[in-house]
């Protein structure tokens, strides 16, 4: 018999219960056993969702990151955040956020780095090494869940990030070589494996994504070793790689002596024949077979005619799952009224994903006659999908295919228009600005639910928008700051906001997933080809500088990163519906410029996130995202001002294809890294303005003055000083205004001192 089983579920809730609890924790609203309720609740209404599968996640749940809960078992804990606490999660949300709810101002430490979980929208916190790192393992958490998960009837398969994988995620912090610590790590491991054995587990998911990467001769040789070492591990590991194909890996693979091994079917399919002629007459192959990453609705009998073969060959050695952890995906559809019909025909999250796993292994275990209904049913709404004619637009498809390249370049070089710009708009040196958002108070979001509702007028909700960019332009005005924003209360969020005004998609009413901690995103259903009606930001900006001399940013989302985060089509190539929305932002920045807006920035916070996990294969990306964000900023005139930002992703690496891209000043994250992207400066010479993050946006602590000078100096060292601006590592709608003015006070003032050094 095919056996089920799934890699990790969204921990979140389908309520976002876990965000709400943990955000009145952090504002000491509640107490900490509140906090560890809802948690338990939720893991068991998660394992009664889960109880049809043969085999449970354990240890997939979190309370800000998966990574994160594995340094902490593994006592991997930055020296900064030891203090004496009452218990060991206050510690935790110290290194996740830079305090706990019950440290005050002045025992605030640096948080962890934040940086993309491989080419995903989540964020994980990346474990720190020294050469004098030791490991004190503690799997307290992961034991209690796994009794949790027993007390309720269904089979335990505790989830763990892999030894090598955990090396390979982190940051050394002096230039030791983190794989020096392996055989520490892997004693660490054993004694977790033996732990767990005793707990009655019988099967242990051990996750190594770094499978799916390029990997160099001494990785590999880590991965062999490691494995060695666990020949007689007294549980089953099923070793899980996702997110991309093995290639030159299968091998290294095969040889591990584990009992199992997971496949991403849906993006490594390639990889199974090559996998099942290697694999051993007693281990298991998983195989990934529904899309863990997207929200379209499996074709079941395409999937099975190619997966019958090799379970008559497996038989009972066949696993069936999702091709990586369902984290990436909402949690369920029940909560969708609003959706029309059809296309929530097309769509399956978390809770359907595991509904088409289940008929799959009927399939395949009782034959196709006795789940008929369910493949006929589901063909229908695959034939429906592909046929409709909501889905095609041709002249939208004509606009494409006359792109020239013309239409991909400035007019003129960048010190040409570097002088223009300055003469219409003189800036002081270390120009200081934000990146868009300020915060999303809860009257604004009332404000929005009741205009929605249809209980707010049009006019009185524009005159309460209005309000709030009066308030945000003045008390800009008041700090000083000298290129503002409109602060963005109009936008649910980056990328909702512009699909909403776009046709082309769809939009869910429950459909969040996690980004990091509790910050959790509702990604727009890219469902057919894109087109702008009508102008989406105008009326605000123009509205905004009518309020103020001093120059206001237009603010908008780049094609690749609406692209990267919403669920796109997977009936053509990314690289068209990426060119599609191109030609969508480039008409809204025309608008801008006609109407007198002088800067304009386009955010590409996702560009890197898009970019595919082996290197050869980035110049094709590259090829398509940086021509697509050049199709949309450069129809401008030279003194028109190109701004682009990004965030939270290592960049080092691409830096040459950001330069090609040609905006006129890019906004970087580099304060949670301490100036680690400076390093792509020592070979490379960046030739237009940037402005290096100083203010951790993602963390409640307030910058101080100067640390933001140290920053910035370490900044000027690599990079002329008339090129750099002052700003914070991204938008700020997720903090208070009490924690803002105060930041962006000491970012001004320290703007100020280094003026007066310069």
């Given at each position: ?35 560890l309720e809802t948690g338990l609740e ?166 190594e994504p770094i499978l799916v990467t ?230 604004i979001r009332q404000a929005r639910l ?309």
């Amino acid at each position: 018999m095919v056996r089920t089983h799934n890699l990790g579920f969204p921990r979140i809730g389908g309520k976002r219960e876990l965000k709400f609890a943990l955000e009145r924790y952090w504002k000491n609203q509640i107490p900490q056993q509140a906090l560890l309720e809802t948690g338990l609740e939720l893991r068991q209404r998660h394992w009664e969702q889960l109880s049809n599968l043969d085999l449970v996640p354990v240890g997939d749940f979190s309370y800000y990151d998966q990574v994160l809960d594995m340094s902490f078992m593994l006592g991997n804990i930055p020296k900064r955040a030891h203090r004496s606490l009452a218990n060991e999660l206050d510690q935790y949300f110290r290194v996740a956020r830079g305090r706990s709810p019950k440290d005050s101002e002045s025992q605030c430490v640096h948080a962890g780095e934040m940086t993309k979980w491989f080419d995903t929208n989540y964020h994980y916190i990346a474990p720190e090494f020294t050469s004098d790192t030791a490991f004190s393992l503690n799997p307290n958490r992961l034991l209690q869940q796994i009794e949790e998960a027993k007390a309720m009837g269904v089979n335990p398969k505790p989830v763990l990030v892999g030894p090598v994988s955990y090396l390979w995620l982190g940051k050394s912090k002096d230039s030791s070589d983190r794989l020096e610590l392996l055989p520490k790590l892997l004693s660490a491991y054993k004694e977790l494996l033996q732990k767990l054995a005793s707990a009655g587990v019988q099967w242990v998911q051990i996750d190594e994504p770094i499978l799916v990467t390029e990997l160099d001769e001494s990785w590999c040789e880590a991965i062999k070793v490691s494995y060695q070492a666990f020949d007689k591990s007294p549980v089953k590991l099923l070793l899980a790689s996702y997110f991309g194909e093995l290639k030159e890996n299968q091998s290294l693979l095969c040889d591990l002596p584990v009992s199992g091994i997971h496949l991403d079917a849906i993006n490594g399919q390639d990889d199974i024949s090559g996998i099942m002629a290697q694999l051993k007459d007693d281990q298991v192959l998983s195989l990934g077979v529904i899309n863990g990453r997207n929200i379209w609705k499996t074709n079941l009998t395409q999937t099975l005619n190619w997966l019958e073969p090799i379970a008559q060959q497996l038989k009972s050695r066949l696993w069936l799952a999702p091709s990586c952890s369902l984290l990436h995906v909402p949690v369920g559809l029940a909560n969708e009224t609003q959706l029309e019909h059809d296309i929530k025909s097309w769509l399956a999250f978390a809770i359907q994903k595991l509904d088409e796993l289940n008929v799959l292994s009927m399939a395949l275990n009782s034959g196709r006659a006795s789940v008929q209904q369910q493949l006929d049913d589901n063909a229908a709404a695959v034939a429906q999908r592909a046929s409709s004619e909501r889905v095609h637009n041709h002249v939208v498809k004509a606009s494409v295919a006359a792109l020239h390249s013309q239409m991909e370049k400035r007019q003129s070089d960048y010190t040409i228009r570097a002088d223009q710009q300055r003469q219409i708009r003189p800036l002081p040196k270390f120009p200081t600005t934000t990146i868009g958002s300020f915060p999303q108070t809860n009257e604004i979001r009332q404000a929005r639910l009741r205009f929605r509702k249809g209980e707010l007028s049009q006019a009185d909700y524009t005159k309460f928008i209005q309000g709030e960019i009066r308030y945000a332009i003045k008390e800009q005005e008041k700090l000083g700051l000298d290129v503002l924003v409109h602060g963005e209360a109009e936008r649910n969020d980056m990328v909702e906001y512009f699909g909403q005004q776009l046709q082309g998609y769809a939009f869910s009413q429950s459909g969040w997933v996690q980004s990091y901690g509790s910050r959790c995103v509702k990604p727009p259903i890219l469902f057919g080809d894109i087109s702008r009606p009508k102008s989406m930001t105008v009326e605000w900006i123009k509205y905004a500088q009518s309020l103020t001399e001093k120059p206001v940013k237009g603010m908008l989302t780049g094609p690749v990163t609406i692209l990267n985060w919403s669920f796109v089509r997977d009936d053509q190539p990314r690289s068209i519906s990426c060119l599609q929305l191109a030609l969508a932002i480039r008409e809204e920045v025309l608008d801008l410029e006609r109407e007198g807006v002088g800067i304009i920035q386009i955010d590409e916070a996702a560009l890197r996130e898009g970019l595919p996990l082996r290197a050869k294969q980035w110049p094709g990306y590259l090829g398509w995202a940086i021509r697509s964000f050049c199709i949309a900023a450069n129809g401008v005139k030279d003194e028109t001002q190109i701004h682009t930002h990004m965030c939270y992703s290592e960049f080092n690496d691409i830096i040459e294809a950001i330069a090609s891209m040609d905006a006129d000043v890019v906004t970087i994250e580099t304060s949670r890294s301490d100036m680690e992207l400076l390093g792509a400066f020592d070979d490379f010479q960046y030739p237009n303005e940037i402005g290096p993050g100083v203010y951790d946006i993602h963390s409640p602590n307030v910058p101080e003055e100067d640390q933001i000078i140290n920053l910035m100096t370490l900044a000027a060292q690599k990079i002329p000083e008339a090129r750099l601006w002052i700003n914070p590592d991204c938008g700020l709608k997720t903090r208070t205004w009490e924690e803002v003015v105060p930041a962006l006070q000491n970012m001004v003032a320290a703007a100020q001192r280094l003026r007066e050094i310069a």
